[in-house]
C-alpha cells in the first residue's frame, strides 16, 4: 500500500493507494471513524464494486444501506441529494454515521454533498472507481450539486476522512472514461510538473494500455502533487489551488453548452486546455513548442484540442455564468512554461473569442 497523507490539522486525513485490494477499505475505515452505520452511495455503473465495500463495512462491524443511483451528472441535483437524506432519516443516521462514496466524480460530488450538510455534517469516505476521480475530484474536499444554470453552483468544502484507492477497479473502466481522466492528468504535468509531462510524453503507450504500474505511478504522483496544493490553499483563497482549475473556465462552458450529454468532462477539459495554451501563446506567454507539445500528448490519448462548432456567444456566456467569474470579470488559468501557470483576469472577449 502507498500512502499520501494529507496534512490539514485537525481535517488530516490518508489517501491509500492499493491494487486489488477493494475489501481492505472496512478495516481503512473503522481504524478512521466510530460509526456503526454507513450509508454506501453508488451508480448503477459500479453497483457489484459498491457490494464489495457493503460487504468488507458489514465485515468491519458497521450495518450498511446501499444507495445506487442512476450514472450520469443529471443525479448532481438538489432533488436526488433530497432523496439520499430520506434514505439517512429512515436508517436513522446520527452524526456518527459514514457516507461512503463508491463511484466516480458524480457519485464523488453527491454523496460529498449530502455528507457535508446532513445533519451539518457526516464522516466522509472516498472510494474513487475512475482515473478522474482518483487523480482529481475524491481528494481535497471540493463536494457539490449543480444548479440548473451552472455546474456545482451549490457545494461546500468537507473533507473527507480517508480516501481508498484501489487502481485495479480501472481495468473494467470503460476507455473513452479512461482516457478522460488522462486529461486531468495531463494537466498536472503542465500546471506544475514538467518531468511529469515528459514521463506521460515517454510513456504514453504503457499508460494507454494501462500497465499496472504505470497507473500506480501517475495516480500517486497526481494525489501528491493535489495534496501539496490542498494543504497550501484548502478552501482556494489564495489563488494557489486555483491553478487546478486550468482549462476549466472554457471546459464547463463547453459541458454546460453541449448540456453535459455530448462530452465527459476530461474531455472538455481537454479542448479547454487547448484553447487556454493557444490564448498563452497568443499573449506570447509562451511558446508554440508548449501548445504543440501539449496538443501532441492529448491526441494520443485520444483526446479532443478544439470545441465543437457551439457559437461564440452562447460559449462566451455560459462562461459568464460559471461561478469562477469574478464580479463579470472571466478568470483563466495559463501557461507561462511548461510546469507553470499564473492566474490572469485581464483577459478580454476578443482573445477568448480568437481561440474558440
Ligand atoms: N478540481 C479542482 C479542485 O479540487 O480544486
Aim: charged share 25%; aromatic share 6%; net charge neutral.
Amino acid at each position: 500500500m502507498h500512502t499520501i497523507h494529507v496534512n490539514l490539522g485537525p481535517r488530516s486525513y490518508d489517501i491509500a493507494i492499493v491494487s486489488g485490494d477493494l475489501t481492505g477499505v472496512g478495516t481503512f475505515a473503522r481504524r478512521r471513524v466510530k460509526s456503526d452505520k454507513a450509508l454506501v452511495i453508488t451508480d448503477e455503473n459500479v453497483k457489484g464494486q459498491a457490494e464489495r465495500v457493503a460487504e468488507a463495512m458489514r465485515a468491519a462491524g458497521c450495518a450498511v444501506h446501499l444507495a445506487v443511483r442512476p450514472a450520469g451528472e443529471g443525479q448532481k441535483s438538489l432533488a436526488v441529494a433530497g432523496e439520499l437524506y430520506d434514505r439517512l432519516v429512515e436508517f436513522q443516521a446520527d452524526r456518527r454515521t459514514l457516507v461512503v462514496a463508491v463511484g466516480g466524480g458524480v457519485i464523488g460530488d453527491l454523496a460529498g454533498f449530502v455528507a457535508a450538510t446532513f445533519n451539518r455534517g457526516l464522516p466522509l469516505l472516498m472510494v474513487p472507481t475512475t482515473l478522474l476521480a482518483m487523480v482529481d475530484s475524491s481528494v481535497g474536499g471540493k463536494v457539490a450539486v449543480n444548479h440548473p444554470r451552472a455546474k456545482n453552483l451549490i457545494g461546500a468544502f468537507h473533507q473527507p476522512v480517508g480516501v481508498w484507492i484501489d487502481t485495479a477497479v480501472l481495468d473494467t473502466l470503460p476507455d473513452r472514461e479512461y482516457r478522460s481522466g488522462l486529461a486531468e492528468v495531463v494537466k498536472y504535468g503542465v500546471i506544475m510538473d514538467a518531468d511529469f509531462f515528459s514521463y506521460l510524453e515517454k510513456h504514453q503507450e504503457t499508460i494507454i494500455g494501462r500497465d499496472p504500474e504505470r497507473v500506480r505511478h501517475i495516480v500517486a504522483r497526481c494525489c501528491q502533487l493535489k495534496a501539496g496544493i490542498v494543504e497550501q490553499d484548502e478552501r482556494e483563497e489564495t489563488g494557489q489551488r486555483a491553478i487546478l482549475n486550468y482549462g476549466h473556465t472554457f471546459a464547463h462552458a463547453f459541458e454546460s453548452v453541449g448540456r453535459y450529454g455530448s462530452w465527459l468532462h476530461g474531455e472538455a477539459v481537454a479542448a479547454g486546455m487547448s484553447c487556454a495554451a493557444r490564448l498563452a501563446q497568443r499573449r506570447g506567454l509562451v511558446p508554440e513548442d508548449v501548445t504543440r507539445r501539449q496538443n501532441d500528448l492529448l491526441r494520443a490519448f485520444d483526446l479532443p484540442i478544439a470545441p465543437k462548432r457551439w457559437p461564440a456567444d452562447a460559449l462566451l456566456a455560459a462562461m459568464h455564468n460559471d461561478k469562477k467569474a469574478l464580479a463579470g470579470q472571466l478568470r483563466f488559468i495559463l501557461p507561462c512554461k511548461l510546469g507553470a501557470v499564473a492566474m490572469f483576469d485581464d483577459v478580454s472577449e476578443a482573445e477568448v473569442r480568437n481561440v474558440l
